[in-house]
């Protein structure tokens, strides 16, 4: 029998394990997170519009601000009841904004040093083993201990690797060299991922709050009704529309899913849809955000600087396959509203275009702006505070929404619980690279990979794609492309894939582990909010989004999807994906006309793939296997409906 105290010891580890509890903080440690808040939009906003800063300067800034949040806003384990920080995350809110001052103090020191050319002074070993220790524990609160225990396996692997036998093994890394690359330097925690969360994510984690808070969201929503809900399936529909529109500007599918869902999924299922089709409609057309341009997600931002391609090359890139992932969700949808024969919604429910748009063309200017901007190579991070700039503008001209004190603090409280999370996803990343590329882990692995897959395209793809489900399901996306890339990439490339075409299917595959079984993050999400199995949302969701996981594979292969060969090569290739979209929503839906058996299916599952396969026999082929199993359940459809007649 288990003693009391024994118990007490076991839930208290179990708790360690997960997250932290997200605290609603009232009074005085509210007053000081705004604080936080309005000093970290300044710098941001100076920083993106008219600022120069070293990166290491910038992040020494910002990194430590959001670690004092962190310990104020999550508690250490989900026992630990009250939304007011204890004593232990008082200190270690003030050991974080420590470490910041003493950068801000040290800055000119450090631009200018040499790393590893002198040893850490006592007090410089200090601030490291603090800096990596908080940034765990931060991690492990905010995160979960999925993430911050691979990163003690890398860190384990750094110290005691050389321990290792045979090829994996690596040379002894001293503690001086290694805090003195992982938080001295811009290789390890104030690297590139952690500059990507100060600068690109941050400030559009801003345009998405002002923009929402303007009455943007309102806009899309009734922008959806009037072009969707007239037609079958319209909730559904709309659900696709403004679910994909708030995650393009979120760049997080859970959050998306939390926003829209709590809306759309209550109204599908009062228009009759099932709870699992509500819950993984949802999901699939909220994590289909993180791909969608302008904005796309964090993971975009983060490509941008790995691949070190213009941000404005990589939404002209992922244009044409976004647009086939939400034709075919879209589809889907369609046949199954047709299926089920669905209703529209009510005509009072449903604004005319002509009434949106006078009542909110306004809200256009911003996204005009921001495609126009990046498409003409301004920085996006001077496009983004720009943008936001113009949304504040605009919200005076609706008095509904116009911004003021209230809607500025909730603004701002929204900005600092959704930048804390990304945050320290980057600075767990960055510890993550620099732990694989002292020990030169990136390369071994990259050979392991090849001899499993006997130096085939295809099996690396494979394997490449299952590793960035496997990382997403206890990352967030953001670490699940940096730590592939970083990876997988270089290997995919030195097979002669283009860096363009390699890190956007790392992207894709990242961003498709919110919804892929078993630890599906988004259809959780949803599931929390249509009370049904997750599991069953997730593969629900996965089949919606079907074309998300086949499109990848055809870029690679061919990149005349992104946009890239000749005019007459790309304008070939969208055309027979299109059909091939349309022949997958068919077969997954099994219904064109009528009912469809599993070989109808199947063949038509077949003659899709074909078709978003370039090469002219495999298009011929598919779209000849398409229009005999289309045409034949056409003939079927008027048989039964003559019978139905006669009878």
Same mark, same amino acid.
């Given at each position: 029998m288990v003693s009391q105290s024994t118990e007490q010891e076991l839930n208290w580890f179990q708790a360690f394990f997960k997250e932290g509890n997200r605290r609603h903080l009232t009074g005085t440690f509210r007053t000081l997170i705004l604080t936080l808040a309005v000093i970290l939009c300044i710098f941001e906003i100076w920083l993106g519009a008219i600022g120069t800063m070293d990166l290491y300067q910038y992040t020494t800034i910002f990194y430590p601000l959001v670690l004092t949040a962190a310990f104020l806003q999550f508690s250490s384990t989900r026992r630990v009841k009250g939304h007011q920080p204890t004593w232990l995350d008082i200190l270690l809110a003030l050991i974080s904004l420590a470490i910041g001052v003493y950068f801000l103090v040290n800055?000119?020191?450090?631009?200018?040093?040499?790393?590893?050319?002198?040893?850490?002074?006592?007090?410089?070993?200090?601030?490291?083993?603090?800096?990596?220790?908080?940034?765990?524990?931060?991690?492990r609160r905010t995160l979960g201990f999925t993430l911050t225990s691979v990163v003690l396996v890398i860190l384990a692997y750094?110290?005691?690797?050389?321990?290792?036998?045979?090829?994996?093994?690596?040379?002894?890394?001293?503690?001086?060299?290694?805090?003195?690359?992982?938080?001295?330097?811009?290789?390890?925690?104030?690297?590139?991922?952690?500059?990507?969360?100060?600068?690109?994510?941050?400030?559009?984690?801003?345009?998405?709050?002002?923009f929402t808070a303007a009455g943007g969201g309102d806009f899309f929503f009734r922008l959806a009704a009037c072009i969707s809900g007239r037609s079958v399936g319209g909730p559904a529909k709309i659900t696709v529309i403004t679910s994909g529109m708030f995650g393009m500007i979120s760049g997080s599918p859970t959050a998306d899913v939390l926003t829209t869902g709590s809306i759309n999924i209550p109204t599908m299922k009062k228009m009759g849809y099932s709870p699992v089709y509500a819950g993984g409609l949802e999901a699939a057309a909220s994590t289909g955000g993180s791909i969608l341009p302008p904005i796309m997600g964090s993971a975009a931002f983060l490509m941008a600087e790995y691949a070190g391609i213009g941000y404005g090359q990589i939404i002209i890139a992922a244009t044409v396959p976004a647009i086939l992932y939400y034709l075919g969700i879209m589809l889907q949808v369609h046949f199954r509203s047709k299926k089920q024969n669905m209703g529209t919604l009510e005509g009072e429910d449903i604004p005319t275009f002509g009434t949106v748009m006078k009542e909110g063309w306004v809200y256009l200017l911003p996204l005009v702006f921001l495609v126009v901007g990046i498409m003409n190579g301004l920085p996006a991070s001077y496009v983004a505070v720009m943008a936001t700039g113009i949304v504040f503008v605009c919200s005076?001209?609706?008095?509904?929404?116009?911004?003021?004190?209230?809607?500025?603090?909730?603004?701002?409280?929204?900005?600092?619980?959704?930048?804390?999370?990304?945050?320290?996803?980057?600075?767990?990343?960055?510890?993550?690279?620099?732990?694989?590329?002292?020990?030169?882990?990136?390369?071994?692995?990259?050979?392991?990979?090849?001899?499993?897959?006997?130096?085939?395209?295809?099996?690396?793809?494979?394997? #490449? =794609? @299952? &590793?960035?489900?496997?990382?997403?399901?206890? +990352?967030? !996306? %953001?670490?699940?492309?940096?730590? #592939? =890339? @970083? &990876?997988?990439?270089?290997?995919?490339?030195? +097979?002669? !894939? %283009?860096?363009?075409?390699?890190?956007l299917f790392i992207v894709y595959y990242s961003c498709l582990s919110a919804i892929t079984p078993p630890v599906a993050v988004a259809a959780f999400s949803a599931a929390s909010i249509a009370n049904a199995d997750p599991v069953k949302i997730a593969l629900n969701a996965c089949k919606l989004a079907i074309v998300a996981f086949i499109i990848p594979f055809i870029f690679v292969y061919d990149s005349a999807l992104l946009l890239e060969g000749s005019i007459l090569n790309i304008a070939t290739s969208i055309v027979m994906a299109v059909f091939g979209v349309f022949a997958l929503a068919v077969a997954a839906e099994g219904w064109f006309k009528s009912e469809m058996n599993m070989l109808e299916r199947a063949a038509l599952l077949a003659g899709g793939i074909l078709m978003i396969i370039p090469g002219l026999i495999t298009d011929l082929a598919g779209l000849i296997i398409t229009l005999i199993v289309v045409s034949l359940n056409q003939f079927k459809a008027k048989k039964e409906s003559a019978e139905v007649i006669k009878a």
């Open positions: 800055i000119d020191t450090y631009l200018k040093r040499i790393p590893l050319f002198n040893p850490l002074t006592p007090t410089e070993m200090a601030v490291g083993i603090a800096t990596v220790l908080l940034t765990l524990e931060a991690t750094v110290f005691w690797g050389h321990h290792v036998p045979g090829a994996y093994s690596h040379r002894p890394i001293a503690w001086n060299h290694f805090f003195d690359d992982m938080v001295f330097t811009v290789n390890g925690i104030f690297g590139t991922p952690l500059g990507v969360a100060a600068t690109y994510v941050f400030l559009f984690v801003l345009f998405g709050g002002v005076w001209f609706t008095p509904k929404y116009r911004i003021g004190l209230r809607s500025l603090i909730q603004i701002l409280e929204e900005i600092i619980q959704r930048i804390v999370p990304v945050t320290m996803a980057c600075a767990a990343a960055g510890m993550l690279i620099d732990g694989i590329m002292l020990t030169g882990l990136a390369s071994k692995f990259g050979s392991l990979i090849f001899s499993v897959t006997s130096g085939s395209m295809f099996l690396t793809l494979v394997a #490449t =794609a @299952v &590793l960035c489900i496997v990382f997403g399901m206890g +990352m967030p !996306v %953001s670490s699940a492309y940096i730590l #592939t =890339a @970083v &990876l997988a990439a270089p290997l995919l490339i030195n +097979m002669n !894939v %283009s860096v363009m075409s390699a890190h």
